[in-house]
């Protein structure tokens, strides 16, 4: 097995706009904002604005679909919904800098492992090493010394615990769980990434209308659903989440239609080291050495993975 790449571009540009759209869902993170009735005006965007690369070609792929296909999709679509509800209340609980690497690092190191298993995608010796690399630096972003106090004290720091709770007790392995699920129905039975994906989100759109469209009593569905999708703090917010946040994941099942899903998934976690300048750029954060080192041995582990 090997990494071409232009499989290595699409990761990178792909983690590039994970993070910067993290970045921007974060900011909506407060008790003013509604998680659900936020993920439902993204998944609202993501479908207006990618329809044109998708309506012409959905009716005839799906037509074709098999039962197996549909049940893929259902099956993606309730894992990302939960992916996205958890996220969104991690990051209302606590900081971005602990729930975001701890999600998608964990959710690469169990995804890695599954996906080696479940589609034998065994990687040779260079490249394990590389993983390991890989794996290794995004604990040390995270601050392994603080979480490994936070799991022996909870009470201690408590929002440091709640990140670790939801970064890997619930986004990490919700996130492996999706990226296997994905990577076998654009692997193994070739569909189309942009109308899988597409069609996935039209599905998490309907299941958690219910939720997100609820509104006050006396006030029309139409005046509230216009209110909630377009509400003037988090209009940017909306926007910037529903176009690069499947932009980001086509490019990843892009990438793993041209290389194993084993090297992808956490590849794609080279996102954290964008997150980091972005973090220092936008977010005004301090970077310690720990994080740096982190870094260096993330890109250690792509060298060994090319």
């Given at each position: ?61 799906a ?17 990302h ?69 936070a ?14 709770r ?27 990434a ?72 956490p ?40």
């Amino acid at each position: 097995m090997h990494l071409p790449l232009n499989a290595l571009l699409l990761i990178l540009l792909g983690a590039l706009c994970h993070a910067t759209w993290n970045i921007y869902s974060k900011r909506t993170a407060t008790k003013d904002v509604s998680p659900t009735a936020f993920i439902w005006a993204g998944n609202l965007v993501s479908l207006i604005v990618f329809a044109p690369l998708v309506v012409q070609n959905l009716w005839q792929d799906a037509r074709s679909w098999s039962a197996l296909t549909w049940g893929l999709i259902v099956l993606s679509a309730t894992l990302h919904q939960l992916y996205s509800v958890l996220l969104q209340q991690g990051y209302r609980h606590a900081d971005y800098g602990v729930v975001y690497p701890l999600a998608r690092g964990s959710g690469a190191m169990f995804a890695s492992l599954l996906v080696i298993v479940l589609l034998s995608e065994w990687p040779q010796a260079r490249q394990w090493l590389g993983l390991g690399f890989i794996i290794t630096g995004i604990f040390v972003v995270a601050g392994i010394r603080s979480l490994l106090q936070a799991m022996s004290q909870p009470t201690k720091d408590a929002r440091l615990f709640s990140g670790l709770r939801y970064g890997v007790g619930i986004g990490g392995l919700i996130a492996a769980a999706y990226t296997v699920v994905d990577g076998f129905a654009v692997k193994r039975l070739a569909l189309p990434a942009l109308t899988y994906y597409w069609t996935g989100i039209l599905v998490r759109t309907l299941l958690i209308s219910p939720w997100a469209l609820r509104r006050p009593a006396g006030l029309p569905l139409l005046q509230h659903t216009i209110a909630l999708t377009w509400a003037a703090p988090y209009r940017r917010s909306i926007v910037a989440v529903g176009i690069l946040s499947p932009l980001a994941y086509w490019l990843a099942l892009l990438a793993a239609q041209r290389a194993p899903v084993s090297f992808v998934a956490p590849l794609r976690e080279v996102s954290m080291l964008f997150a980091m300048l972005l973090g220092t750029w936008l977010l005004k954060e301090k970077q310690p050495m720990s994080r740096i080192g982190g870094a260096v041995l993330m890109v250690a582990g792509i060298y060994f993975l090319i």
